[in-house]
């Protein structure tokens, strides 16, 4: 704590969404913004917005001849381009800011293990970067989320199962249609897991689905409908 006061004195740190000076108690909020987070609740609900729209996704691209079962989805934040909050899935994207990611995602993590439809989730898969962008950034912001959510699952991190064959565009502002075309056929399986019983796809934030749509088609493709697979971010997009 005196150490902590010590730094904070000669560097403050500051809340990541209204700026204020951090107390040597306080994280990455102050305790008025902690007590306003945006939390979506989405593990509390098995069909929730997030989930309906992913699944109605996976509905519209499913082969033909095969089910598909329900698959579960949640995110610990909204995330809304006019909410301040939006600084903090944006400070662990694009400011470095891995310990803000961390704490949040072990926040998420509590909260999935908390929730009867994630409970058997034993395999934890980060939606991988290319590797020229993960080495631009230094790290992959869906692969520190994930290693959190797999620790407070007591679940495997599968982080080189999946990979990108190719950097695509940012889909920051692509609409619904172009999300999807960016990401068909990008990532692909380096190596089977062993067997999985349920798998929990990762990523930083859920905007249309595309990317993790494209995910779940990998794996299912390789692994089968026994395997259960669900997807979790640190946020969802509010339009």
Same mark, same amino acid.
């Given at each position: ?10 560097? !403050? ?5 209204? $700026? ?39 509905? *519209? ?27 903090? !899935?944006?400070?662990?994207? &694009? *400011? ?6 961390? &704490? ?31 080495? %631009?950034?230094? &790290? ?17 991190? $599968?982080?080189?199962?999946?990979? %990108?064959?190719?950097?695509?565009? +940012?889909? +920051? %502002? ?30 930083? +934030?859920?905007?249309? $689905?595309a990317t993790l749509s494209a995910c779940y088609f990998v794996l299912r ?19």
């Amino acid at each position: 704590m005196v150490l902590q006061a010590l730094a904070d004195l000669l560097l !403050p740190r500051t809340c990541l969404v209204c $700026g204020r000076i951090l107390g040597a108690r306080e994280k990455h909020l102050c305790i008025w913004c902690e007590e306003d987070l945006p939390f979506t609740y989405y593990w509390e609900q098995i069909h929730n917005p997030m989930a309906n729209e992913l699944n109605a996704l996976l509905e *519209r691209y499913r082969p033909k001849d095969e089910s598909m079962s329900y698959v579960f989805a949640a995110a610990l934040l909204f995330y809304h381009h006019e909410n301040p909050y939006k600084q903090i !899935p944006q400070a662990l994207k &694009y *400011r470095g800011n891995r310990l803000a990611g961390q &704490y949040y995602a072990a926040q998420m993590g509590r909260y999935l293990a908390s929730a009867t439809q994630f409970k058997d989730v034993d395999l934890v898969i980060p939606v991988p970067l290319h590797w020229y962008r993960k080495w %631009r950034r230094g &790290y992959n912001q869906a692969e520190i989320i994930a290693k959190e959510l797999a620790s407070a699952l007591g679940a495997r991190l $599968g982080a080189d199962i999946l990979y %990108r064959v190719r950097r695509t565009r +940012t889909q +920051t %502002r692509l609409d619904a249609e172009s999300r999807l075309k960016n990401v068909a056929n990008v990532f692909r399986i380096r190596h089977r897991p062993s067997a999985p019983h349920h798998i929990l796809i990762v990523d930083d +934030t859920f905007t249309t $689905g595309a990317t993790l749509s494209a995910c779940y088609f990998v794996l299912r493709s390789a692994l089968g409908p026994h395997v259960r697979i669900s997807v979790a971010t640190l946020s969802v997009v509010q339009n």
